[in-house]
């Protein structure tokens, strides 16, 4: 039986995304001292992703049915990480220092540990919760929540080979990792917006990051013009060609390593057969290369500028998924979530504390795990859009210990169950 829905036309839930994008812009940007005091608690950025979710709670759309969130993610999301590092400064960020590799390793470690921690929590309440049998046993679900978590859709899917939890099951856990996550992004959203009290609680010491953030915006002052016909048509093609590239090289590449499918399966390379993996990976390649071209320039007639636009509207489809009413038909294993995520936070704090890292390496090296690259560089922009690059490429690094990380928290989550 269909759900029945307002408005099934992907043309009219468009057009709605695009009217809510552009209110809260405008009033982001406007001088109303009642929107200055709105704004400066509540990012505009969380705006764009809440907003939509109130759509599909309320009934309005049904986000299933619609392929917004597929065009966005796989044609405007490779064109916006294309035109976002396209300005890259690779000299900048490596000056950044170690404290994003040891933040985003902490993030993986808290997701490892959070997995038992959160059975064994759980089982002092409700030993039936975490219990089952077969297929049906709750640590497999978990573990497809593990793979998501550390690398993204793809180990996510490697999970649910390796590990066949029912169907049944796998629905539930899909909607725990979408919801819990969701509401963890929303929290990272808000903290951007507070990022400075943050890092003096910490202690941090986030200089190197405005160092970065102040060599790029100077780069973009120093080549700043008003955008011709001319230039908007070869931005669109610098980031569309580039997709049309990771699109290509993709259908090239996958079928290629799903050849090898039992050997990445051994290995536990999986993700190595995801087409959007490859996706992802070309299009960040193609935007590192032609940051050390001449096409560099044009970022002053506004490339990055045009890669946020096709961020945000991705925000918004992503958010038009989430239903906060499906909290209530999974309370059990959202339970599970929302502990394990507790437990993710809780050594991320902890070494941010101990390293004095800045709330930014926080941010980002959650979401690189928690979201992947379609996320990790939206947190990243809430901070600065010149700092959009480094969510891509910690996303990435994601990608790669996404598999092992997840094998390794389920196989935890499978002796602690016992």
């Known amino acids: 039986m269909e759900k029945e829905v307002l408005f099934t036309n992907d043309a009219v ?57 597929f065009v966005a993610s796989r044609f405007l999301l490779p064109a916006s990480l294309v035109l976002l590092c396209l300005s890259i400064d690779i ?10 590799i040891i933040m985003f390793l902490a993030g993986t470690l808290g997701i490892i540990l959070g997995g038992p921690i959160s059975i064994l929590v759980l089982s002092f309440f409700s030993p039936d919760l975490v219990g089952g049998a077969g297929p049906d046993v709750v640590w497999r679900g978990l573990a497809t929540i593990a793979g ?27 909607t725990v990792d979408v919801i819990v996550a969701n509401i963890w992004m929303a929290f990272l959203l808000f903290g951007a917006g507070i990022s400075e009290k943050v890092d003096r609680f910490f202690k941090a010491d986030a200089s190197a990051i405005d160092a970065v953030k102040k060599s790029i915006e100077d780069y973009r002052l120093s080549v700043n013009r008003n955008p011709s016909l001319t230039d908007m048509f070869v931005i669109l093609a610098i980031g569309f060609g580039g997709t ?10 996958t079928p290629i390593m799903e050849g090898y499918q039992e050997t990445l399966d051994t290995y536990r390379l999986s993700s190595l ?24 320039s044009y970022e002053g007639a506004g490339a990055s500028k045009f890669g946020s636009a ?41 070494v941010a504390k101990l390293i004095k890292a800045p709330f930014f390496f926080v941010a980002v090296g959650s979401q690189a795990n928690v979201g992947g690259a379609a996320s990790a560089p939206i947190v990243a922009s809430a901070f600065s859009s010149s700092l959009a690059p480094v969510g891509v490429l910690l996303a990435v690094f994601g ?9 390794i928290c389920a196989q935890l989550m499978q002796i602690v169950s016992q």
């Open 91 to 100: 000299k900048g960020i490596l000056k950044l220092g170690p404290k994003a």
């Open 148 to 174: 998501s978590w550390i690398g993204g859709g793809a180990n996510q899917t490697a999970m649910k080979e390796i590990y066949l939890p029912s169907d049944e099951l796998f629905s539930a856990m899909v």
């Open 244 to 253: 049309a590239l990771a699109h290509w090289g993709s259908d090239l590449i």
């Open 310 to 350: 096709f961020l945000y509207v991705l925000v918004a489809t992503i958010g038009m998924k989430m239903d906060v009413t499906a909290i209530y038909h999974n309370l059990g294993y959202f339970a599970i979530g929302l502990v394990w995520m507790l437990a993710h936070v809780i050594i991320l704090l902890l």
């Open 273 to 296: 057969s995801s087409g959007f993996f490859w996706l992802v990976i070309i299009a960040t390649i193609v935007g590192l290369v032609l940051s050390f071209t001449k096409l560099k």
């Open 399 to 407: 990608y790669a210990v996404g598999t092992f990380g997840a094998i």
């Open 13 to 69: 839930i468009l057009g709605i995304l695009m009217l809510i994008l552009a209110v809260i812009f405008v009033t982001s940007a406007s001088d109303n001292p009642s929107w200055k005091k709105f704004y400066t608690f509540v990012p505009a950025l969380l705006l764009c992703y809440f907003v939509p979710s109130l759509l599909n709670t309320f009934g309005l759309i049904d986000a299933e049915a619609s392929n917004l969130y």
